[in-house]
């Protein structure tokens, strides 16, 4: 009996080599498994920043009509324009007007798609900034500048690291033009700002252009690389694929 129990039984060193054997496969699939489950949760927390800002414009447009007719559209009256048609309809924590390079309200500085050096360069502008409860952490308003802008930018925080928030992974940038037709927040998307046409072309938004989803993007103090990414992710049915600049 002794003697059919040992040869069942394993060594310690067989033990030892099977461990090492599972520890081996789990350090090769474990990083592709908390990596797949990042990407997805990013998506849908994306998609659901998307619907979140729609459904805040829906809610506004009950109360003032036509987003197209709203007013406050100078430059120094950004704060004005998000505390009449976003603040009464979403769970504001705090807000503050924010000035260039600032961190505010205890968020990280947004910065390009996997830039080399953070620290050197970022795209903050002045800027108004509330942060909420919901899915999403925060909302950062900008507009570009000048007299009257009919565009409003937003960078939404889907999550707040320590430090620096990379466009394209923990903030991403939605539009509001005034000039579209019942318009609504949409993705923002490389394109000529003097039409107000947005092309959701996957090689233009993939490509270098001003703030497109490719760390080699150009850009500047409005616009960054990775600015685009929400656009490619809803492009490809709030999903990030194999190509996707992560």
């Known amino acids: ?23 081996v496969v789990a350090a090769l699939t474990l990083p592709a498994l908390i ?3 990042q990407k997805k ?12 800002l729609n459904q805040v414009i829906q809610m506004a447009k009950a109360d003032y009509g036509d987003p197209s007719g709203w007013d406050y559209y100078e430059q120094d009256n950004l704060a004005k324009w998000v505390q009449t048609y976003i603040e009464p309809y979403v769970k ?9 390079n600032e961190r505010c309200l205890g968020l990280a500085l947004p910065f390009p798609l996997k830039f080399a050096k953070p620290g050197s360069v970022n795209t903050t502008v002045g800027q108004y900034v509330v942060t909420k409860g919901g899915d999403s952490i925060a909302y950062a308003f900008f507009r570009y500048g000048g007299v009257y802008e009919p565009v409003t930018r937003v960078k939404v925080y889907i999550r707040n690291p320590k430090k620096y928030a990379f466009l394209g992974k923990d903030v991403f940038t939605f539009i509001f033009d005034k000039r579209e037709t019942n ?15 947005y092309n959701y072309d996957r090689a233009s938004i993939l490509g270098t ?15 960054g690389a990775g600015d685009a990414c ?12 194999p190509d996707y600049p992560w």
């Open 35 to 37: 990596k797949n489950y």
């Open 230 to 241: 929400s656009g490619l992710i809803m492009l490809d049915n709030w999903e990030i694929k």
């Open 92 to 100: 504001v924590v705090a807000h503050k007007s924010c000035g260039t």
């Open 1 to 23: 009996m002794s003697g059919q129990a040992t040869r069942l039984g394993f060594t310690l060193a067989e033990v030892l080599i099977t461990l090492g054997i599972i520890g």
């Open 209 to 223: 252009g001003w703030g497109a989803c490719n760390p080699k993007a150009s850009g500047s103090g409005y616009w």
């Open 41 to 52: 949760a990013t998506a849908t927390s994306v998609k659901k920043a998307y619907s979140e």
């Open 183 to 197: 318009p609504s927040f949409r993705p923002y998307v490389p394109h000529n700002y003097n039409v107000p046409k």
